[in-house]
């Protein structure tokens, strides 16, 4: 029988080889051997990922690599999202959170399981998308009223938008009214601090417990 560890390390290479029937099957197997998708998706294919976007820096692999490599994680992630789903209908009502990647960003695959996680710990989560205009973050705020928003950002470039979101829900009189959360590779806690945010997630998991914190 594979073990979590073993199935995680041929998640991750099969992350790496850009093999998205290979990764669709790890995660069958996950389902079928009862090991945990959370587990695998964190420490199997996020590591696969993370460590394609090394070698991409490094100029060893090229967008091609980064694209391939988040579409065979995708495929894997597809077939352990109905089992996550329905963890997250036995979960109790947590209240809302919206969520969206920030205008001019189009990384979608954190923000994603940030989304997923948070629904299966039992949040109605509201997900905005990608390249989501500052403007949304504040209406929704205004509309929907969600207890936490919270942006993704993977680059430099748009991270600084986070600060944004924060002056534009002060304009709109509606900061009081929500607790913020920022998160994406480049994003650290004391950006966080900077920026005014409430919340900083390192991770999915860190996103679940200090959202979990918050409505306490
Ligand atoms: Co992209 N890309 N990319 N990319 N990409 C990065 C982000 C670079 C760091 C790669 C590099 O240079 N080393 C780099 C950004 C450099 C910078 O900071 N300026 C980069 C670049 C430059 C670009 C393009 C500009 C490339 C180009 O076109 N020349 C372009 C961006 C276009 C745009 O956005 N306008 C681009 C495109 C792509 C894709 C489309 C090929 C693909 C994204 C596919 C998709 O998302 N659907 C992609 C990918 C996959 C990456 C890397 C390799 C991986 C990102 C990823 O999915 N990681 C990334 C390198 C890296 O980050 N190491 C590279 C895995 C997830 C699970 O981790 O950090 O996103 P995560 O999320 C975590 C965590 O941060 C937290 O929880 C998540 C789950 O644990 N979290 C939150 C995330 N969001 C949160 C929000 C919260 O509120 C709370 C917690």
Redesign the pocket.
């Known amino acids: 029988m594979v073990t979590q560890d073993e199935l995680n390390e041929k998640g991750k290479a099969a992350v790496m080889d850009f093999d998205g029937d290979v990764v669709a099957e790890i995660a069958e197997e996950c389902i079928s051997a009862g090991l945990d998708p959370i587990d695998l998706?964190?420490n199997g294919?996020?590591a696969g990922?993370?460590e394609?976007?090394?070698q991409?820096?490094q100029g060893s692999l090229f967008?091609p690599h980064?694209?391939a490599?988040?579409?065979a994680?995708?495929a894997g992630v597809e077939v352990l999202t109905p089992v996550l789903e329905n963890l997250s209908a036995q979960a109790e009502d947590k209240g809302t959170v919206a969520?969206g990647?920030i205008e001019?960003?189009?990384?979608?695959?954190?923000?994603?399981?940030?989304a997923t996680?948070l629904k299966v710990a039992g949040f109605n989560v509201i997900d905005l998308g990608?390249?989501v205009p500052i403007a949304d973050f504040v209406e929704v705020v205004k509309e929907k009223k969600p207890a936490i928003v919270?942006?993704?950002?993977?680059?430099?470039?748009?991270?600084v938008l986070q600060l944004q979101v924060e002056e534009q829900l002060k304009e709109a009189g509606v900061r009081d009214t929500v607790k913020t959360?920022?998160?994406?590779?480049?994003?650290t806690q004391d950006w966080a601090n900077r920026i005014g945010a409430d919340?900083?997630?390192?991770?999915?998991?860190?996103?679940v417990v200090k959202c979990k914190a918050a409505f306490e």
């Open positions: 998706i964190q294919f996020t990922i993370n394609v976007g090394t991409f820096e967008l980064i694209i490599a988040s579409e994680m995708s969520i990647t001019g960003d189009i990384h979608t695959i954190g923000k994603d399981i940030v996680m990608r390249d919270g942006s993704s950002a993977l680059m430099t470039t748009t991270m959360m920022v998160g994406g590779a480049p994003v919340i900083y997630a390192e991770n999915a998991s860190d996103a």
